[in-house]
C-alpha cells in the first residue's frame, strides 16, 4: 500500500466520517470548483480564502480596502488579515474544505497551531496537478457568480442562460484578476510561495494527488475514489 494510501486510510480509522481537507494547485487548477463539487456531495463547507477575502472588498471594509491593493496586483494579501479571516470563519466548523488557504509555509504553520489547538486537525490536502500552460486559457473564460460564488466557464461549463447563475439566478462576472497581466503575476506567487507547500505536506504524508488535465467530472471523480476508500 503507497503512503498516500495508508494515510488515507488511518484519516477514517481515526475520525469516522469527519473530513477537514484543503485544496492545493495553482491559479486556475480548478480547486474551487472541485471543492464546491465535493463541499455539495459532502454537505462540507467549503471555506475559500478568495471569497472571504472579495466578500470583504465588495463590503469596502478596511480589511476589504488594504486587501484590494495586494489582490489587483496578483499578490499574497497579508498573513496578518488572511489567516485571522480564515481562523475566525474555521473556529466553529468541526468539518471543512479550505479552498485557496493555506498558500504559504508560514500560512500553513499557522494553520497548524489554530487547529491543534481547536484539536481538529487537517487530514489531508488535494493537490491538484495542472502544467501551467494549461490554465491561462481556463482563467480567461471564467465566470463566478456575484451571490453564491460559483463558478463557470465560457467554454467547459457554461451556465444554461448567459450571464446568470444557474444556481441563484445571480450575475456571472469576470474576476478583475483574470487578465493575462495580473494571471502571470499570479503564477509567479504561486511557484515561489504555494508550491513549496507540496514538499510540506508530502513529508508529512499528506498529500493527495490529483490529475488535474481531465475533464470536471473526471477530476472530481478521481477526487470521490480517493476519498471514499476511507
Ligand atoms: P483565489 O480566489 O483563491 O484565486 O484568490 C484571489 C486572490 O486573493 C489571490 O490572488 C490573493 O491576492 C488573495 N488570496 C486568496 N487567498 C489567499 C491566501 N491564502 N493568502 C494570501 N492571499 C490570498
Redesign the pocket.
Known amino acids: 500500500m503507497s503512503a498516500e494510501n495508508l494515510f488515507i486510510l488511518t484519516c477514517i480509522l481515526c475520525t469516522g466520517d469527519v473530513m477537514r481537507l484543503a485544496f492545493l494547485g495553482p ?1 486556475g487548477s480548478g ?2 470548483t472541485q471543492a464546491q463539487i465535493l463541499a455539495k456531495n459532502m454537505g462540507i463547507p467549503q471555506i ?4 472571504l ?2 466578500e470583504a472588498v465588495q463590503e469596502d471594509t478596511p480589511i476589504g480596502r488594504k ?1 484590494k491593493q ?2 489587483d ?7 496578518t ?2 489567516v485571522d479571516l ?1 481562523s475566525e470563519r474555521i473556529k466553529n466548523e468541526s468539518q471543512f474544505l479550505l ?6 509555509l508560514s ?1 500553513a504553520e499557522r494553520l497548524d497551531e489554530v487547529l491543534s489547538q481547536l484539536k481538529a486537525p487537517l487530514q489531508g490536502v488535494i493537490n491538484i496537478g495542472v502544467p501551467l500552460e494549461d490554465v491561462v486559457e481556463r482563467l480567461c473564460g471564467r465566470l463566478t457568480c456575484s451571490q453564491c460564488n460559483a463558478i463557470y466557464h465560457t467554454k467547459y461549463s457554461p451556465p444554461e442562460k448567459e450571464g446568470v447563475c444557474d444556481l441563484c439566478g445571480g450575475h456571472l462576472f469576470q ?1 478583475s ?1 483574470d487578465t493575462e497581466a ?1 494571471i502571470t503575476e ?1 503564477f509567479q ?1 504561486y511557484r515561489e510561495q504555494t508550491e513549496p507547500l507540496i514538499s510540506y505536506y508530502g513529508e508529512k504524508e499528506m498529500l493527495i494527488n490529483v490529475d488535474g488535465t481531465q475533464s470536471i467530472e473526471e477530476i472530481a471523480a478521481a477526487i470521490e475514489k480517493k476519498l471514499h476508500r476511507i
Not at 475559500?48 to 471569497?51: A, E, I, N, Y
Open positions: 491559479p480547486k474551487g475559500s480564502s478568495g471569497d477575502l472579495r486587501a495586494y489582490m496586483k496578483g499578490e499574497l494579501v497579508p498573513d488579515i488572511v480564515v479552498d485557496g488557504f493555506p498558500r504559504s500560512q474576476r484578476d495580473v499570479r506567487t
